[in-house]
């Protein structure tokens, strides 16, 4: 396999600290071409950006997941601002959202901050990566309201609500979990979107598809999702990467 590109992984994470360089640096050599590193909080940023300038092939996406809400403030989207306008890497804001699973972070505090940052990335004209735990109502309530290009990562809504997705003009993102035993929901969206508005994602170090579910993931696994998706759209795995990779250069505008 040759040219995946992995449109969702945290390289910044410490279940990479062993062995990060040696890791990343053996991606290319497995048919990893491309790598959307998304940050979570102010530290992930800082370390995203540096693997974006250390390695060609990693690019990043910079945001305040809604996990990682507590102890900013608003004005600390100014710096978001700065740094998309300053690093040529930055091609999305990302991770953003809602997660409604994690209480730690009050409803009230995520939704001014997932809303911020869409009118933020749309004022840079970059995409989201949205993340989306048990709060479909309320992520699909501002993404109709804003309608910022961009991706659902990790997506685990349903069939019809991805139409609504696909609507909205954004794409939906799939990964590790289309192989897991118990996956009916998205192997039903799986058919139902077509390949040109997919996006393959791991979210390393989490969601190792079968069978190395429960291991550590990394971008080289991706191919395991690619097959599933490939038996199920009835291609060749070469041909989803291949179809999954040029959406991906589109959405974030890279050419290369
Ligand atoms: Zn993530």
């Known amino acids: 396999m040759s040219g995946i590109f992995d449109t969702h992984a945290h390289y910044d994470d410490e279940k990479f600290d062993e062995d990060r360089n040696a890791l990343l640096s053996s991606l290319p050599s497995k048919g990893v071409e491309l790598v959307m590193n998304c940050a979570t909080n102010p530290a ?37 601002k700065d740094l998309a306008q300053t690093c040529s890497k930055v091609k999305a804001i990302g991770e953003i959202g809602l997660d409604y ?80 035993k118990n996956a009916k929901k998205i192997v039903k969206v799986a058919e139902v979107v077509p390949l040109e508005r997919i996006l393959l994602e791991t979210d390393a170090p989490y969601m190792a598809p079968v069978p190395m579910r429960g291991k550590r993931n990394d971008s080289s696994l991706i191919v395991y999702v690619a097959q599933a998706l490939a038996e199920i759209k009835g291609i060749s795995t070469q041909e989803v990467i291949a179809t999954c990779t040029q959406n991906s250069k589109d959405l974030f505008r890279i050419d290369k």
């Not at 060609?56 to 990682?68: K, L, T, V, W």
């Not at 009050?106 to 990335?121: D, H, S, Y």
């Not at 949205?130 to 991706?151: C, F, I, M, N, S």
Request: aromatic share 10%.
């Open 44 to 80: 992930s940023i800082q370390s995203t950006l540096a693997l974006a300038e250390t390695f060609e092939f990693i690019y990043a996406a910079i945001g305040f997941h809604p996990e990682d809400l507590i102890g900013l403030t608003l004005s600390d989207l100014d710096k978001l």
């Open 101 to 180: 699973y994690w209480k730690e972070v009050p409803r009230e505090m995520q939704l001014p901050f997932f809303e911020a940052q869409i009118e933020l990335a749309k004022a840079l004209n970059l995409p989201v990566i949205v993340h989306d735990r048990e709060a479909h109502e309320d992520t699909y309530a501002l993404l109709r309201k804003h309608k910022p290009q961009g991706v659902l990562h990790c997506y685990s809504g349903s069939a019809e609500s991805a139409k609504e997705i696909l609507d909205n003009g954004m794409y939906i993102g799939i990964g590790g979990a289309l192989t897991f």
